[in-house]
């Protein structure tokens, strides 16, 4: 064996290496990118919980949520601003999570989520009053997406009887 064929040996051992390598790299990345899409899902519902928790823990807040979406301009001037105030992180909420849904960061059984609450909210009087309101708010790509929503008669979002013959 001359030096040629063990150069060549060795070039083709070191190909094989970082062929190993490559793939290793693969699999790193695979799991790295199924960690990020875990921690995602985690911080989403968790943000979730703590969005909602105020209204399920204070009454007050329960009758604002339940009287702004029914009708804002039936609200004090103060109960108006808590109203927009909660709609706004409602709306920031969605917003950066199909953000993070676009970006292949969230799963997308959660975005399905988030997007069928809001196309329930979109329908509320209060939420479309919110919208006329705070539109300029938002991203162009998002005001999009939410002005494509599918119409839907306004319910109560509340009463049981109003859900009858909607799909689950």
Do not use: C
């Not at 001359?2 to 790193?28: E, P, R, T, W, Y």
């Not at 009708?71 to 109203?83: A, C, G, P, Q, W």
């Amino acid at each position: 064996m001359n030096l040629s064929d063990l150069a060549s040996i060795g070039s083709f051992v070191s190909g094989v290496a970082v062929l190993a390598s490559l793939i290793f790299v693969g699999f790193q990345l695979r799991q790295n990118t199924q960690a990020v899409r875990a921690a995602a899902s985690q911080a989403h519902s968790a943000n979730w919980q703590q969005l909602i928790m105020t209204i399920i823990e204070r009454a007050d807040v329960a009758r604002l949520m339940r009287l702004g979406l029914a009708d804002i301009n039936n609200l004090s001037d103060d109960d108006r601003v808590r109203f927009i105030a909660l709609a706004s992180g409602l709306f920031r909420f969605v917003e950066g999570a199909r953000l993070q849904w676009r970006h292949g960061q969230l799963d997308k059984a959660h975005w399905q989520n988030a997007e069928i609450n809001m196309i329930d909210f979109a329908s509320q009087p209060g939420i479309r009053t919110y919208w006329a309101l705070r539109r300029h708010w938002h991203s162009e790509e998002f005001q999009r997406w939410f002005e494509a929503l599918p119409a839907m008669v306004a319910r109560d979002l509340y009463d049981p009887l109003s859900n009858e013959g909607q799909p689950t």
